[in-house]
């Protein structure tokens, strides 16, 4: 995997029920935590649970949004398209292929280069 989680906590997350269940649902269709709670029919605290977790992974991502009544909320969305998981000499790998714009990934691999 490119970052240093440990393959139990990607696994922890991606197994439970519910976090699968807001994947999918923000897969779809991006939303706030108020609309997942309404669509998913599950409450409020059981789905930002689920997207912190998510977040801490960058499995979501979040961009704030400002209401007709000039609130501010956060929409969600998934930031992965697929994961694979395989067995190699005894020895699991996850790897989350992870959704990124093209300019954010030439300055990733650019970085990567040690060009300055």
């Known amino acids: 995997m490119e970052d ?15 976090a699968r269940t807001v994947l999918a649902s923000i897969s ?10 309404e669509r998913l029919e599950l409450s ?9 977790v ?3 992974h960058d499995l979501v991502k979040e961009r704030t949004l400002v209401a007709d009544d000039g609130n501010h909320y956060k929409e969600y ?3 992965f398209d697929s994961t694979v998981i395989s067995l190699e000499d005894d ?10 714009n093209l300019p954010d990934r030439f300055t990733q691999l ?3 280069l040690g060009v300055k």
């Open 4 to 18: 240093e989680t440990p393959i139990e906590e990607i696994l922890n997350t991606i197994g439970d029920k519910h």
């Open 28 to 37: 779809r269709e991006s939303g706030s935590a108020k609309e997942l709670a």
């Open 44 to 52: 409020q605290p059981t789905i930002y649970r689920r997207l912190d």
């Open 54 to 56: 998510l977040q801490e």
């Open 77 to 79: 969305r998934c930031n």
């Open 91 to 100: 020895e699991y790998d996850v790897r989350i292929f992870r959704k990124e």
């Open 110 to 112: 650019w970085d990567e």
